[in-house]
């Protein structure tokens, strides 16, 4: 008999649980959300396992977000027939992915390296937190973490709930309103609508945040916040990027890394896509071209490709200042793919 009422209790329970997913699932998609995954250090180990790819195979890509969102991967494979291993984060500068490439003997293949300087020149230790414990979690990862993520990414690919990063519980609450307290400043909340990732980690504005005026001001508002010290570096020179030894360091370390890829018959390159507005303003002032992406090219004996030596790259217009619209990504990455075969001789299989 009791075994009856925890049968019915279990029963209850499960139509409960489905109900509410049901309706939970409903209510985003009646909201325009789309299935995306989570863009997390499980899809990056996913993505990382591939970069043993021959350099006539694929082509590895690493720095902060630009790159992920002004890469287009089906363009690029389109035009390379190589595979395209987007490794770049959110966030992070791309220092401790490059050394980690650099310290794998089995990695011999091309790296594209986004050098947006206010992510690797800024000093900040907070932009490498992201890396270090997204390399934690490779170099760690159990085979019951990896049976888990795979079955994650079939539910995650039907279900928009699923989206951690839009929908879980923590998120929910970080985009709550909350006046800020004295002495106490609330980062900055990114809209949900903004963007959506790929399995492959492609990045992309969401057809709501391309058409919404008001969601694009609430990131251009959300950058100019977070990057007030922009404005103030115009007249206290601290606040502005690395100088003297540290720069000097930061280079050294970059190039030793560099070094031992192109050591093992790797090849590798920077690139500066491309910015506007008062983000493009402000990067000319805290890190002049002269004093970074030149010295940066200089020191390494690296190759690069500057977005703005280019008629055809020089004038995009950034929705919120930083990142490159769906199909202006499309233009940017048939120009890419066109100065690296043309100007810089990269080989690819198309």
């Not at 991967?73 to 190589?82: A, K, Q, S, V, Y």
């Not at 395209?84 to 959110?90: E, P, W, Y």
């Amino acid at each position: 008999m009791q075994s009856s009422h925890f049968l019915k209790a279990a029963i209850l329970a499960l139509i409960v649980v489905v109900v509410f997913a049901a309706c939970w699932e409903m209510y985003w998609r009646h909201r325009g959300f789309t299935t995306t995954y989570n863009d997390d250090k499980i899809l990056w180990s996913h993505a990382r396992k591939e970069v043993y790819k021959s350099a006539k195979e694929a082509t590895v890509f690493i720095g902060p977000s630009r790159i992920k969102f002004d890469l287009d991967i089906p363009t690029w494979e389109r035009l390379t027939g190589e595979k395209a291993i987007q490794l770049a984060i959110v966030g992070t500068s791309g220092r401790l992915i490059l050394n980690d490439l650099a310290d794998d003997k089995k990695f011999k293949g091309k790296l594209v390296v986004d050098a947006t300087e206010f992510s690797w020149f800024s000093g900040g230790a907070l932009r490498d937190r992201s890396a270090t414990q997204t390399l934690a979690y490779f170099h760690k990862e159990s085979p019951s973490q990896e049976t888990s993520s795979a079955i994650d990414y079939a539910l995650e690919s039907k279900l928009v709930f699923l989206e951690e990063g839009k929908f879980g519980l923590n998120a929910l609450l970080y985009g709550l309103h909350v006046p800020d307290r004295q002495g106490v400043i609330s980062p900055p909340a990114f809209p949900k609508e903004l963007s959506v990732s790929s399995f492959d980690r492609q990045s992309s504005f969401t057809p709501m945040f391309l058409s919404s005026e008001r969601l694009q001001k609430i990131q251009v508002n959300n950058w100019a916040q977070r990057n007030s010290w922009i404005k103030k570096s115009e007249t206290d020179k601290s606040l502005r990027g690395l100088k003297g030894d540290s720069l000097i360091g930061v280079f050294q370390q970059i190039k030793k890394s560099i070094d031992k890829i192109k050591s093992r018959g790797g090849e590798v390159i920077f690139v500066r896509p491309p910015s506007s507005g008062g983000y493009k303003a402000g990067e000319a002032v805290v890190y002049p071209r002269s004093e970074y992406w030149d010295k940066l090219l200089a020191y390494t004996n690296t190759p690069g490709i500057y977005y703005a030596d280019y008629p055809e790259t020089a004038n995009f217009i950034c929705p919120e200042w930083s990142h490159l619209a769906p199909k202006d990504a499309v233009t940017y990455t048939e120009n890419l793919v066109r100065i690296l075969k043309e100007e810089k001789g990269w080989k690819f299989k198309n």
